[in-house]
């Protein structure tokens, strides 16, 4: 049985559905990636695995048992959960928040112990944070500060770690920089990712698994070659694309595409 899933999950806001009946089984010890057009349920979904949103029905299951009826330190023992938009307060420096992934791990005065600065040190060290561990993280650049939030996450000593939008704002060396890191993670320390991405050649490249979501529900999830087809990006994205395989990873890879139905505003031009 694996460790994350949900079953028949409907989540909205309001009288709005943004997810709907949906079930998924996130597999263990691998990197799941979640694609979709801008709208379409992929951060609800994610917010609601990790307990962040509570659904209007159907239910998320983490190690066999409902999560919205375990403790909250008990599933920040088990999972952590990157937000789109983390905000860390004003002067705090890499190491100061690294270590509020101990947080889940304390007890009675909440004084951290020399085996949680141990965690914190490995933490600080396995993401190449050593030399700017005392830099206040407002002087860092974007790459620097997600892999600070993905320091703490590690710190936090969980075998589950989603993230949304790891790569959003980062160039392109940076990017590969964040995710290399979390599949080096996932190699050597058998973590289970779970990540939202809008790159689908990253997400083919970097994922054992592939869910495409349109409209609050899985059109198709699988391998990276069962998932980014012709078909399925034409029903999900409605583009028409060329799909090849990249000669380094012989992973799959979108070469080129177009839009099904050109904008409006290609449409007026055209007419002019």
Not at 51 to 64: E, M, Q
Not at 130 to 143: F, H, N, P, V
Request: with cysteine.
């Amino acid at each position: 049985m694996d460790r994350l899933s949900a079953i028949n999950l409907t989540v909205g806001y309001g009288n709005t559905a943004i997810v709907s009946q949906l079930h998924l089984n996130i597999p263990d010890g691998k990197i799941t990636t979640i694609i979709g057009p801008n709208g379409c349920g992929k951060s609800t979904l994610l917010k609601t695995l990790s307990r962040i949103l509570k659904p209007k029905s159907g239910t998320v299951y983490l190690d066999g048992k409902e999560i919205e009826k375990q403790p909250t330190k008990t599933v920040a023992k088990k999972l952590a959960i990157l937000p789109q938009a983390a905000y860390a307060p004003e002067g705090l420096t890499v190491r100061e928040l690294v270590s509020y992934g101990r947080y889940p791990h304390q007890k009675g005065t909440g004084r951290l112990k020399p085996s949680d600065w141990e965690k914190i040190d490995w933490a600080i060290h396995v993401t190449g944070l050593t030399a700017l561990q005392d830099r206040e993280i407002d002087s860092l650049s974007g790459g620097q500060r997600q892999k600070v939030w993905i320091a703490m996450a590690l710190a936090q000593e969980t075998d589950l770690i989603l993230l949304d939008e790891p790569t959003t704002y980062l160039d392109m060396s940076h990017q590969l920089e964040v995710l290399e890191l979390l599949q080096y993670l996932n190699q050597t320390e058998n973590r289970t990712i779970v990540m939202v991405l809008h790159d689908l050649n990253h997400a083919a490249r970097f994922s054992h698994y592939m869910v495409a979501m349109k409209n609050g529900i899985i059109v198709k999830d699988g391998t990276p070659e069962e998932v980014l087809t012709p078909e399925v990006l034409r029903e999900v994205f409605q583009i028409d694309a060329v799909i090849g395989k990249d000669p380094r990873t012989k992973r799959p890879i979108c070469l080129t595409y177009h839009a099904l139905q050109p904008s409006p505003f290609f449409q007026q031009s055209s007419a002019v």
